[in-house]
């Protein structure tokens, strides 16, 4: 393959979808955010004003974390893709309600996205319409390579689905947003609409089950 | 790794990605039909006819100019084709062009050429403009509201640079978005500079759209059958703060230039994968 002639590369800021996500860095728990002229929060005061265009912006730079979000949550990447959708179908028409935080919206979208998987037939429901269309046309084009690294990573997350189907309805959504998305306490709190110590007290509670549960096996396996 | 990590994060199929954006761009436009004024019979004469009529329109404000014997089509109505003095490059057939350019980005390969939905989007071709360093040329899909604009003024001989300017819904408010612009880095790493270029639909009341850089260089966009377009090649690289102001309909915009406007670039040879644009 060409490589792109030297000195006549597109800017690489050109894409704030892929800006955001590389440069949202999780550490120690704290998600960091672009907060500059093209922030989340200008543009969601724009999308509050009708602006799609924002919407297509707001969509590049989250759909990824959202799509990833859902497929953590059905193990299914095909279902993800509709759940994403639906996920921004539903930020639209909630546009008006939007919270953010450190002048992000993915909490929030994080939020609506556990919302929507966890009511996923009214979800489809909704918007069966646009979901029947945007799978009309679903032909297999990926690579052979790439659908089997799917589907084990879709059989893959079938088991970890199954593990942690132990834990109460709450305790999992805070793993789920916590400690797979990396979400900092306060975005959880804002996307579960919880207080902050809520958070905290349930994930101390999720990790002290899950922490027995793996050593109850690492026992068994040795024994 | 234990029982409860899951698989790494995974991107969206990059087609998958590029049509569920679009479906929802769709959803959340305004509901009426498009009012705009572009019609396809104004071009029903030929895309030739068309892309010359408005390639003399661009004359008038564009480099190449009406003297410039290698900006007229050809006898037989081919254009010109072949690299530039800056190297890029002027498609043979400017509409074929931006249709593969389109092609790529939203289909796979193995979707071509048989995916019935592609059969469902007739694409009217748009206004050109067209000089010896390259053609700004627009489609126009009135059935879903969408515009694109492909330009290969800059890149288009590489093969990974997209030069597809998504465009968003028809009709457009009278607002920065409207006048969206796509960039890239040009000249070299001792002496960068910018070339900027951007097309859209002219808002209703709208006739001239001026856009003014950062060192200073006032450009007015060619407006032709509904659209505005505008390429503007600076001696000098654009600090990422800088503002591009836009002057259209009385009022006065900073125009986004640091965004992706273009979602995927053409395929490669030997690539089974239409290519990001961030490369």
Redesign the interface.
């Known amino acids: 393959m060409t490589g792109p002639r030297r000195g006549m590369r597109r800017r690489r800021e050109l894409d704030p979808a892929l800006r955001t996500q590389q440069g949202m860095e999780t550490m120690e728990g704290v998600a960091t955010v672009d907060t500059g002229p093209q922030s989340d929060e200008r543009l969601w005061a724009e999308v509050e004003h009708g602006s799609g265009a924002a919407f297509g912006v707001v969509f590049d730079r989250h759909a990824k974390a959202i799509y990833n979000h859902c497929f953590r949550r059905v193990a299914s990447w095909e279902a993800a893709e509709d759940l994403m959708s639906v996920t921004f179908l539903e930020a639209w028409r909630l546009r008006g309600r939007a919270r953010m935080v450190d002048g992000s919206v993915l909490p929030w979208l994080y939020g609506i996205a556990t919302n929507v998987c966890r009511n996923q037939r009214r979800s489809h429901w909704r918007y069966r319409r646009l979901l029947s269309q945007l799978n009309a046309d679903v032909a297999a084009p990926d690579h052979a390579a790439d659908v089997a690294s799917r589907v084990d990573d879709q059989r893959r997350m079938a088991e970890v689905r199954v593990a942690i189907r132990q834990l109460p309805r709450g305790e999992r959504e805070v793993v789920e947003l916590v400690l797979w998305a990396g979400l900092d306490y306060a975005s959880a709190a804002v996307a579960l609409d919880i207080p902050i110590g809520t958070v905290r007290s349930r994930l101390s509670r999720a990790r002290n089950r899950l922490v027995g549960t793996l050593s109850g096996l690492e026992e068994t396996e040795e024994s | 790794m234990?029982?409860?990590?899951?698989?790494p994060?995974?991107?969206?199929?990059v087609?998958?990605?590029h049509?569920?954006?679009r479906?929802?761009?769709h959803?959340?436009?305004?509901g009426s039909r498009p009012t705009h004024p572009f019609r396809a019979p104004l071009l029903a004469g030929g895309a030739v006819a068309g892309i010359a009529a408005v390639t003399l329109v661009g004359f008038s404000t564009w480099p190449g100019g009406p003297g410039d014997e290698a900006a007229r089509p050809a006898p037989d109505g081919t254009f010109f084709a072949g690299p530039s003095t800056d190297?890029g490059t002027v498609p043979a057939d400017p509409v074929a062009w931006c249709h593969g350019l389109l092609d790529a980005s939203y289909l796979?390969?193995?979707?071509e050429p048989d995916?019935?939905?592609f059969e469902q989007w007739p694409l009217e071709t748009g206004p050109s403009l067209r000089t010896p360093d390259g053609v700004v040329q627009i489609l126009v899909d009135q059935e879903a509201r969408w515009w694109w604009a492909c330009d290969s003024t800059?890149?288009a001989d590489?093969?990974?640079?997209?030069n597809l300017y998504d465009g968003?819904?028809l009709p457009r408010s009278n607002?920065r978005?409207t006048y969206?612009l796509?960039?890239?880095?040009?000249?070299?790493?001792e002496n960068?500079t910018r070339y900027v270029w951007g097309a859209g639909p002219v808002p209703a009341g709208v006739d001239a759209v001026r856009f003014t850089f950062p060192d200073g260089h006032v450009e007015d966009a060619t407006v032709s059958d509904g659209f505005w377009m505008v390429r503007y090649q600076a001696d000098t690289d654009f600090p990422?703060?800088a503002k591009i102001q836009v002057e259209a309909g009385g009022e006065s915009f900073a125009a986004?230039w640091?965004?992706?406007?273009?979602?995927f670039g053409p395929q490669?040879?030997?690539?089974?994968t239409p290519q990001?644009?961030?490369?």
């Open positions: 234990n029982q409860f990590t899951p698989p994060d995974r991107d969206l199929p087609h998958r990605h049509r569920i954006r479906a929802l761009a959803h959340v436009a305004p190297g796979t390969p193995q979707e995916d019935p939905d800059v890149g590489q093969g990974l640079e997209a968003t819904t607002d978005w969206a796509s960039s890239a880095n040009t000249g070299s790493e960068p990422d703060d986004p640091d965004r992706a406007d273009c979602v490669p040879p030997g690539s089974d990001p644009c961030t490369d």
